[in-house]
């Protein structure tokens, strides 16, 4: 499978630019969410007749990623903008980058480096000065056009529409040339098209059709009948254009109709032991995936179906886009009874999701109770011990689950299993000279159901905390200068009846937020904000070090990991710093 990564990686590099490209004509339509009437009856339509033609992709696909619907014209000509000074800056840096030796490298893979450098160098020149919807369309890509990124089996294929053959034609042409990618033209049927060889078994394919441009990873073996498939000379009894799912994916989760996706992890693993038929099925087998002999025996196909029906598939999906603001949904579709194991985990007291206060510097929480994630473990442990798996291939979770009980009996201690949750937030830093901070505000929380334990704890692991008075609701004091950084001062210790808190910069300890009730329960959250880390960067290191975000593009970022009645959810929330727009 090493071919299919590679070539992998180097289909997945034109991705910014399709992306960029699917946006519409329509004027004004800068922001839109998931929530809005209009968002609704627009995606009505769009399940009617998707934008995206379907009919090239196998309706038993493995995976799919594509558009069904043009994103708003303003927010792609903002994001356009905004980008311009990095894509200026990085074809600056992969100038330099050719003449830098790298330390422990063999020759042989720094000139395959500097070789990846040269294509993406040239991929990025085609952008330079064409930084808005008119600018890219003289590259010939049709701007009210969608996409997708899918598998013929597992070999990716990528499919966009354009507007201009000849155009994108001499785009193609010189991306492989500037690049100096060694390629030659061939013919298929009678369609030319570009050919990389990757290697022995396997090359890029790179053709035009009238309407679109496709590119894939094709099998030398199968070179025939894959670009049959790519260049639609065959046709592919059930499509996507049959069954719609995209669409369904949309309507069931309420994505917008941008960038949805899906990789069905149940289908692959049928198709892998041999238990389901199908294009895609019989394509999988034009890679020569060689499957153990054991994979066959009765005990280990059900065995493995049963671990892979506890998450099934992945769903990707876009809930709110704007010229300032990106909010995407991925949800593993997961088994009832470990969603309702994940959901057990969440903490019922005190919740300790950290506030989404996008003047901070960082945040971090879980909230979880450990002692219930260690009863679970160790009932699956027992579950393991009282019956092994039997296939030989997953032997190998049999020694975990052993490994895993005598590490938690020997190398937890016992005050670990009062922690109900944690929250860690970094509110500002006082930036001083030579880099170093001349103070800072923030707290740390810790939940926990005996928290004068924790501290008596604590107290032992640092001796300078040993004559520290403190009691339980007694009420904030002083932790000693010489338990803290220099920087830090007039920190305060509070012991209350659920929880543990230390902060510094304050006048008062934080908030506790109440536990969280309804359908969610969030796990896991973090937050930073990397406008405001850059320019404490800059404040505290000038010219000494390469900044982060150099263009100032990402402001806000918010990630949290959560349990629903769909299965594991992530949540990713960004905020750009758009000077051609207004926030919203």
């Known amino acids: 499978m090493k071919r299919f990564f590679n070539g992998f990686g180097i289909l997945l590099m034109a991705v910014s630019l399709v992306a960029a490209a699917g946006c519409s004509k329509k004027k004004g339509a800068d922001t839109t969410n998931t929530g809005s ?43 356009l903008k905004s980008m311009a000074p990095a894509i200026d800056k990085g074809i600056d840096q992969f100038e330099k980058m050719k003449d830098l030796p790298i330390s422990g490298v063999p020759n042989a893979k720094i000139k395959n480096q500097h070789a990846a450098v040269d294509l993406l160098k040239a991929f990025l020149h085609e952008f330079k000065g064409k930084y808005s919807i008119e600018g890219l369309e003289k590259l010939g890509l049709k701007m009210d056009g969608g996409f997708a990124l899918y598998g013929l089996g597992v070999m990716p294929v990528m499919r966009f529409q354009i507007s201009d053959k000849t155009l994108m034609a001499g785009t193609i042409q010189r991306v492989l040339k500037n690049g100096k990618v060694n390629f030659k033209k061939e013919k298929f049927q009678n369609m030319e098209y570009w050919r990389i060889d990757l290697d022995k078994d396997d090359i890029i394919a790179v053709g035009l059709t009238d309407k679109e441009a496709v590119l894939g990873l094709v099998p030398i073996k ?30 069931d989760y309420g994505f917008l109709p941008y960038s949805i996706g899906f990789v069905d992890f149940q289908a692959i693993a049928a198709a892998l032991l041999g238990d389901s038929k199908g294009m895609s099925t019989d394509l999988l087998k034009l890679v020569e995936v060689k499957i153990p002999p054991d994979a066959q025996k009765p005990e280990c196909k059900a065995e493995i179906k049963d671990l892979v029906s506890n998450m099934k598939r992945l769903v990707v999906g876009v809930d709110k886009l704007s010229s300032t603001n990106v909010s995407m949904r991925y949800v593993v579709e997961t088994k009832p009874k470990l969603i309702k194991e994940l959901k057990d985990l969440a903490s019922s007291g005190p919740g300790f999701s950290t506030p989404k206060d996008q003047n901070n510097l960082f945040a971090f929480s879980v909230n979880m109770n450990v002692s219930k994630l260690f009863a679970t473990i160790k009932a699956r442990v027992q579950e393991a011990k009282a019956k092994p798996y039997k296939c030989s291939l997953l032997a190998e979770l049999n020694k975990s689950a052993q490994s895993v009980n005598m590490s938690m009996a020997t190398l937890i201690p016992p005050v670990v299993n009062s922690i109900t949750g944690a929250a860690a937030v970094l509110e500002s830093i006082t930036p001083g000279p030579k880099g170093m901070p001349l103070g800072g505000k923030g707290y740390v929380l810790v939940g926990s159901s005996n928290p004068l334990q924790l501290i008596m704890i604590l107290q032992g692991m640092l001796p300078q905390l040993a004559g520290l008075q403190v009691k339980m609701g007694g009420g904030p004091v002083s932790i000693p200068a010489a338990a803290l950084p220099p920087f830090l001062k007039d920190a305060k210790l509070d012991i209350q009846k659920t929880y543990v808190a230390a902060y510094v910069g304050r006048k008062s300890p934080p908030s506790i937020p109440n536990g969280r009730n309804g359908t969610e329960k969030v796990l896991f959250h973090i937050g930073y904000n990397m406008d405001e880390i850059t320019k404490l960067i800059n404040t505290m290191t000038p010219g000494k070090m390469e900044k982060p975000n150099p263009a100032g593009i990402l402001d806000y970022t918010d990630i949290a990991v959560l349990v629903n009645d769909k299965g594991i959810v992530i949540k990713t929330a960004m905020k750009f710093n758009n000077n051609n727009t207004k926030a919203k």
């Open 37 to 79: 009437a209009k968002a609704k009856a627009d995606l009505k339509n769009i399940l009617e007749k998707p934008l995206i033609t379907l009919k090239s992709i196998p309706s038993d696909a493995f995976y799919v990623f594509a558009n069904l619907a043009p994103q708003p014209k303003q927010v792609v000509n903002d994001f």
């Open 222 to 251: 199968s070179k025939d009948k894959m670009l049959g498939l790519m260049f639609d000379s065959k046709k592919i009894k059930k499509s996507m254009a049959d069954d719609n799912k995209l669409a369904e994916i949309a309507r």
